[in-house]
């Protein structure tokens, strides 16, 4: 059965401070895929990437950026100069091949982000 | 382009009722996929479709339905509501179904009392 961990329930830090957010999952699946989400305060997740698993080459996108290593097992994000904006709950889902197809997101518990000013 | 559309954003219903709750896709996107948010549980997975046929289900009683019309919109419902099944309830569209973006509406917030 597929699973994803984030053991971080809530993370505090001030503003311009760097943080990395940790994600651990497990699959029996070979191919799978790995997200990311945000969720402000108004509840609307917001995507922020999407990795294969046959894709372990780090993703940069300005001040965010995504460690994938199979070997562990973890998706971890980091983001760097932490602003205030960014506080909201980041979610990490792995997606599996569905015997009918689709889609089907399993969803970690989410890492409460506030950035202080 | 207009993002994912739910209606009504906020639902108080007593226990025993029924509720239908309603989810826009973006254009074009043909899978709309719900997901129930609860402080206890987190975000489950409830069900997709794609083409007016339910592709996955998750492990909600069958108190939980849905379905979704030719336009690509689709229906939630929930039968003699328990107070249990106040939660956000998401709905995520994608362009294709396997295993893509999914893009979230900003939910319904359905309190049970």
């Known amino acids: 059965a597929q699973k994803v961990t984030q053991a971080q329930t809530e993370i505090s830090v001030v503003e311009k401070e760097d943080v990395t957010l940790d994600c651990v999952y497990e699959?029996?699946?070979?191919?799978?895929?790995l997200f990311w989400y945000k969720q402000p305060p108004s509840g609307e997740l917001v995507f922020l990437i999407r990795?294969?698993?046959?894709?372990?080459q780090n993703e940069i996108s300005g001040r965010y950026s995504w460690n994938f290593q199979k070997s562990t097992s973890s998706f971890n994000f980091t983001i760097t100069a932490s602003q205030v904006v960014d506080s909201a709950v980041y979610f990490c889902a792995l997606s599996e091949a569905q015997r009918g197809g689709g889609n089907k997101l399993t969803f970690g518990t989410g890492t409460q982000l506030k950035v202080e000013l | 382009k207009a993002g994912v559309t739910q209606t009504p954003r906020y639902l108080i219903k007593t226990r025993g009722q029924q509720v239908t709750l309603s989810c826009s896709p973006i254009?074009?996107?043909?899978?709309v996929s719900w997901y129930q948010q609860t402080p206890g549980q987190g975000l489950q997975f409830l069900f997709e479709?794609?083409?007016?046929?339910?592709?996955n289900k998750g492990n909600f009683p069958g108190r939980f339905s849905g379905r979704q019309f030719s336009n690509s919109r689709s229906e939630m419902n929930v039968s003699t509501l328990e107070l249990g099944d106040s939660a956000l309830y998401l709905c995520?569209?994608?362009?294709?179904?396997?295993?893509?973006?999914?893009?979230f509406g900003q939910g319904t917030r359905l309190t049970v009392v």
């Open positions: 479709y794609f083409s007016e046929t339910q592709r």
């Open positions: 995520a569209s994608s362009y294709v179904p396997e295993n893509t973006e999914a893009f």
């Open positions: 699959t029996r699946d070979t191919t799978y895929y």
């Open positions: 990795r294969n698993s046959f894709d372990e």
């Open positions: 254009s074009g996107h043909r899978s």
